[in-house]
Nanobody, 115 residues
């Protein structure tokens, strides 16, 4: 059983930066992709960015050039550095990870971009 524990998030002004981290426990070498999704009020959950164990990344078009995803395999930890934040980035951000058998979600952390 994999457990995902997120940290970071909070309130930031437009144009500011924020970092998220997510540590996976219980998965060991079975964890493949890790990533971040977000869900704004009244909207569906959407992919923000994900990263393979080998380091290949994929980003939503709306965050390319502003957000950077990275991971440390030895720690089964994934990070999301968010720069040049906009009000439309406001959402609950969820960490995700998958193994060969199933996917897992974190509990979510609120990111609010507001002046």
């Amino acid at each position: 059983q994999v457990q995902l524990v997120e940290s970071g998030g909070g309130l930031v002004q437009p144009g500011g930066s924020l970092g998220l981290s997510c540590a996976a426990s219980g998965g060991g070498f079975s964890i493949n992709n890790m990533g971040w999704y977000r869900q704004a009020p009244g909207k569906e959950r959407e992919l923000v960015a994900d990263i393979t164990r080998g380091g290949s990344t994929d980003y939503a078009g709306s965050v390319k050039g502003r957000f950077t995803i990275s991971r440390v395999n030895a720690k089964n930890t994934v990070y999301l550095q968010m720069n040049s934040l906009k009000s439309e980035d406001t959402a609950v951000y969820y960490c995700a990870a998958n193994t060969m058998i199933r996917g897992y979600w974190g509990q979510g952390t609120q990111v609010t971009v507001s002046s």
